[in-house]
């Protein structure tokens, strides 16, 4: 069994996974995850209010079992495999969490795989933390790269979940030390349980939060079985009867899966959202305020509104009906193209009923027509480009296109953009001194080589 | 959100499956489950002593947790999501529990998911147990023939997998009484959740026995969320986005999923294996014990063997490769044949190392071809046709065809066939003061109204 004949995808995967260290980490690839892991949490805090995340939450509180990992902010410790599910939906809850081009949201699946196994084990350092981090975001987002996002996507398939299995195997094995054999079982037992359909669009349905949980989950109990001896298919990505490759992708791209691996960290590239929106709206959100800000329009003024974007952001979130459920308003194209201008922004208040239900709101929607332009999705998924045309009634034609959202890696947030993000969600759930030291807390974070993990772990209870 | 335009798919098997009664059920359809369910807790009470079952059976241990439902043959009692999990491991873990040419294994993921929920809710009745079965029994199965069995198969999928989710949590809503909106939720969520990849071949590796724990488990958390109102997609089969259909499946065949339901039930055309191999091998390894039987051959003069047979089958279990684990030796056609020649019978006791790692047995298996033959393959999946040709050294040709297996709907075991290959199973670890217990529960199941599964479950525990 332990004679492979030929390095496989994921062996090369496991061998990366396996010697990372933290002195091999760029200090912006640091800094970023510590943006990130604010981000996260602050969603997480922030996403356990919302009716499904507080259903996840409790479901996961009645299943009891072994203290061994913190349910945020409660006083409520489970197994490590279902805290991460809960904390995962959390994150998610809102489609607030961070994103990459590969079409997936990484924090909301690897942030609760390290943070649950690093309390479980105990005496995890901070700086071994990041790596698992680091590890969970490179395997995560690599393995989206080389599925081909765009054409997986289109297959059906939502990216968080199918690819997130991935990553959380590798953050969990990390902290509990798999070797590589261990590491790469993992990563077989994880994407074996690959899953994540889109289906969610059409009547709002829930689902969609519930992927980055059960990614989660699924890459833990892999890690955790294959420390056990339990085998794992080392042909899980490229098999060609039964790889993953084939499985969720009519066109995979295997040479995206290790290319300048270790050298480019594409954790750096991540995407923190300053809007409440699905992250294929961003760059329509950001041209309507460039023109709003920028021209003074009225919004009684308005005739026409025209989105230039991809072929996949159309089909994604182009949809014409409108929105009746909150995952609908934040998925909705038009509906974000709509808030941007009614509100000036797109923030979570704009997520309520009030607002997507709203008379006027609707009427606006209608003037929003969603066009595929050919040259924008040439661009896709490297750029999640889009263009807006505001048409006036008296004729007058507003133009401005983005290439990158605002929060892309082109645009990167600031730390005290983060802060500040996070302190308006955090607003009401955390008391103003909590939040302080869990900023100052992530800030500091790995600054000795000895500072354990369990400090952060401890300001999440209440 | 519950004033939907159109019935869906999803919608008719949630009205099927609240609207089931016992009463419905034919006699032959009731005669047929209590088979299923003997030799469904033979197969994991045997599967359990097996190194994949034991790792399943400690992890779900070591998570602890609410006292809800039994794990077998131990003192433990844990979260019925969690206890289903290792069940459904165990009764596949020898690849002996029944099947469907749907290509899925039924039992074990229907099985834990309607047990291990009765148990939970306490106060179920046998009739009541019986129903969810069957209602798990026949969503699993249409959805399975739906998506195009040898189609999705040859794209990578394990159907017991992906379709199991499916099955799962209509036993489990069924046994929680959700009503039809509710159901079709729990259909959508455990949809989402579907997964399962054939990688494992190439390597031998566990995964294929965790797929079915992995769905009955994912099935019951989508009936307990759809019970708290967590939604669900209504069209996570025919979604043109993201629907499962499409994403699993190249060529979906949609008219299957709700063909004559409620009149044919598909659950009584399961398959009882008589051997320890998979499914796909079966016809084969009949042919070859006839020939055997019939003809006197001895091994030493044998030449050659042909099997003639359907692409899919090839394709799974037609590999090259001498087995190197138990699941390799399980999967091969030609070490079925080989062993159906050496030992006259495919038996657990026939997939150890010492059998399938002999030399003479590869000798034997380097003699076996395989070989698509274009009017089987038009049958598939409809029959799991296999024709043996043997040709002896001194050139006598010996051929035998056999279009359905032993065990299979057309040559169906009989009950006590049934107890004795679950008495050859549970020899030594059971007493047979309390096999013959289990026996007479199962065989007088649903004599009366009130009677309770509470006492088979009693019986599973030591």
Chains 1, 2 share one sequence.
Not at 79 to 94: D, E, M, R, S
Request: proline residues 4%; aromatic residues 8%; hydrophobic residues 40%.
């Amino acid at each position: 069994m332990s004679d492979y004949k030929y390095p496989t995808p994921s062996l090369e995967l496991a061998r990366f996974v396996c010697s990372l260290r933290y002195d091999s980490l760029p200090v912006q690839v640091v800094d970023k995850i510590k943006s990130i892991l604010l981000d996260g949490i602050a969603c997480g805090c922030y996403g356990r209010t919302k009716p499904w995340g507080k259903m996840v939450y409790e479901f996961v509180q009645e299943l009891g079992g072994k203290e061994e990992a913190t349910l945020w902010l409660t006083d409520f410790k489970g197994p490590a495999v279902n805290v991460a599910l809960a904390l995962g939906t959390a994150i998610h809850a809102f489609d607030y969490d961070d994103y990459h081009k590969s079409k997936l949201h990484p924090a909301s699946v690897i942030i609760p795989a390290a943070l649950t196994m690093a309390e479980r084990e105990g005496g995890v350092t901070t700086r071994q933390f990041l790596v698992a981090l680091v590890a969970g975001y490179e395997v995560m987002i690599r393995v989206g790269l080389s599925v081909n996002p765009g054409v997986s996507r289109l297959k059906g398939w939502h990216l968080t979940g199918t690819c997130g299995v991935f990553g959380s195997a590798a953050a969990a094995g990390k902290i509990l030390g798999l070797d590589e054999e261990q590491m790469a079982w993992a990563l077989g037992i994880a994407g074996t349980q690959a899953s994540g359909l889109w289906a969610f669009n059409y009547d709002g349905a829930m689902t969609k939060r519930l992927h980055p949980g059960r990614a989660s989950q699924s890459g833990i109990m892999a890690a955790i079985l294959a420390k056990k001896g339990f085998t794992g298919p080392i042909r899980i990505l490229d098999a060609e009867d039964g790889g993953f490759w084939r499985a969720t992708s009519d066109k995979p791209v295997p040479e995206k899966l290790l290319q300048a691996i270790g050298k480019k960290f594409e954790c750096a590239d991540t995407c923190i959202k300053p809007y409440a929106s699905c992250g294929s709206n961003h760059a329509a959100i950001d041209a309507v305020r460039a023109i709003m800000a920028n021209q003074h329009v009225a919004v009684t003024d308005i005739e026409k509104i025209i989105v230039f974007t991809s072929r996949v952001i159309k089909t994604q979130t182009g949809f014409d009906y409108l929105p009746a459920t909150v995952l609908q308003a934040q998925m909705s194209l038009k509906y974000a193209v709509s808030a941007a201008i009614m509100f000036g922004n797109v923030l979570p208040e704009h997520m309520e009923e009030k607002c997507f239900g709203h008379p006027d709101m609707r009427r606006l929607m209608e003037k929003v027509e969603i066009v595929v332009d050919p040259e924008m999705d040439s661009l896709y998924p490297e750029h999640f480009c889009s263009k807006v045309l505001m048409i006036t009634k008296d004729g007058k034609r507003y133009q401005v296109r983005i290439n990158d959202p605002l929060g892309s890696e082109e645009r990167p947030l600031k730390w005290d953009d983060v802060v500040n993000k996070a302190s308006n969600l955090l607003r009401g759930i955390m008391a103003e001194s909590h939040f302080n030291k869990l900023v100052e807390g992530i800030k500091n974070l790995a600054r000795a080589e000895d500072e354990d993990i369990g400090a952060i772990c401890k300001l999440l209870k209440i």
